[in-house]
């Protein structure tokens, strides 16, 4: 009788828990947001942001199922994940069926260049002639978002890499004259390397500004309208500050909409 009262305080204490949906949210490799995909649960930004998602409700639970740059569309629409975060309307998701949330952050890539004499904002204002280090995959929008490596290479005398940080040493020790990284990841790799210090000089010209979004497949277990009153309440009690400005991500004092349906279907 005793083993059987226990058995059923055990399966309450439970159900709350296991009454939980879950949901996936796709870790492709975007420092400082995602460190590394294939651990995503332990590194960067986006960890912190669903801990602080799992503990402000009970209703829901945020986890993260690794991806990558090039599959996670795909990912998206097949299922496997639920939703994307930091995403930007740029970047060519358009046609697939989704939903949007507005995470209510900005961010900004950045040209980077080693700080030397005489050296000022001027020069960033010409790309040609300079050697470019630019991150394998992504897209620019100094090159039209086109992001294939033989027209970065043939065009902007880039030499692509998998990696930021090997992008912004080669600056500092001379093998490029600019890199591009978004502004938080120039303020994480400072942070890491105080070694570098005044050794950079970073440009006010902006290659293109974030303001991050979610996407979130048709038949997620959450709802753009619940997922945006999450963030707002986040916002508001200054944990998504907590978690975003030490990096210089800019949290918007408000969100016109924090959540937008936005569904097509073409």
């Not at 978002?145 to 692509?160: E, M, V």
């Not at 979130?216 to 709802?223: C, D, Q, V």
């Not at 991500?249 to 936005?262: L, W």
Request: proline letters at 5%; glycine letters at 8%.
């Amino acid at each position: 009788m005793v083993g059987c009262c226990a058995l059923f305080a055990a399966i309450l204490a439970a159900g709350p828990l296991a009454a939980q949906q879950v949901v996936l949210v796709g870790g492709a490799f975007f420092p400082p947001y995602v460190l590394k995909a294939e651990q995503s649960q332990h590194a960067g930004l986006l960890p912190q942001l669903l801990d602080a998602l799992n503990r402000a409700q009970s209703e829901f639970r945020f986890i993260v199922r690794p991806t990558s740059i090039p599959r996670r569309y795909r990912d998206l629409e097949a299922g496997r994940i639920d939703m994307s975060m930091f995403e930007n309307p740029l970047w060519g998701w358009q046609d697939i069926a989704h939903s949007v949330v507005d995470m209510g952050l900005e961010d900004a890539e950045v040209f980077v260049a080693r700080l030397a004499p005489g050296r000022g904002q001027d020069y960033f204002m010409r790309l040609r002639g300079k050697r470019l280090a630019l991150f394998n995959g992504y897209h620019y929008g100094f090159a039209d978002f086109n992001s294939d490596p033989q027209f970065l290479a043939k065009n902007f005398n880039a030499t692509l890499s998998y990696s930021h940080d090997s992008n912004l040493l080669m600056v500092l020790h001379g093998r490029a004259d600019i890199a591009l990284a978004t502004r938080s990841y120039v303020s994480d790799f400072l942070q890491r390397h105080r070694q570098y210090a005044g050794q950079l000089l970073v440009s006010q010209r902006v290659d293109q500004r974030y303001r991050h979004q979610v996407l979130l497949r048709p038949a997620a277990p959450i709802s753009a309208a619940q997922l945006g009153q999450l963030f707002e309440q986040l916002r508001r009690n200054g944990q998504l500050a907590a978690i975003f400005t030490p990096l210089q991500v800019e949290v918007r004092s408000g969100v016109a909409d924090s959540s937008v349906a936005a569904g097509v279907t073409d």
